[in-house]
Nanobody, 122 residues
Framework: QVQLVESGGGLVQAGDSLRLSCAASGGTLTRHNMGWVRQAPGKEREFVAAVSWGTRDTFYTDSVKGRFTISRDFAKNSIFLQMNGLRPEDTAAYYC???????????????WGRGTQVTVSS
């Protein structure tokens, strides 16, 4: 059974940076795309960024392009999200997730971490 554990969230001011980490245990996520999904209170879960398994391409939602960078350590079964230039609208619980299908639809993800909170004040 695969477990995903996120860390690195916190309370920061607008313009600050955070680096999120996700460690997977219980098995290597072969053939899985891995990414980050966020959810603000009262809103649907939103795809943020992902790294594909096959081509190792990266994908981002438009609102974070140029500010966030996703990376993946395939040997250590981990992913990271470097978040620069944080904005109040980035405030959400950030979840590490894995899927064997498409990355842009949150319902496609089959493994989920419990989330790490990112709060950005203005």
């Amino acid at each position: 059974q695969v477990q995903l554990v996120e860390s690195g969230g916190g309370l920061v001011q607008a313009g600050d940076s955070l680096r999120l980490s996700c460690a997977a245990s219980g098995g290597t996520l072969t053939r899985h795309n891995m990414g980050w999904v966020r959810q603000a209170p009262g809103k649907e879960r939103e795809f943020v960024a992902a790294v594909s398994w096959g081509t190792r391409d990266t994908f981002y939602t438009d609102s974070v392009k140029g500010r966030f960078t996703i990376s993946r350590d395939f040997a250590k079964n981990s992913i990271f999200l470097q978040m620069n230039g944080l904005r109040p609208e980035d405030t959400a619980a950030y979840y590490c997730a894995a899927t064997r299908s498409g990355v842009h639809l949150t319902k496609a993800y089959e493994y989920w971490g419990r989330g790490t909170q990112v709060t950005v004040s203005s």
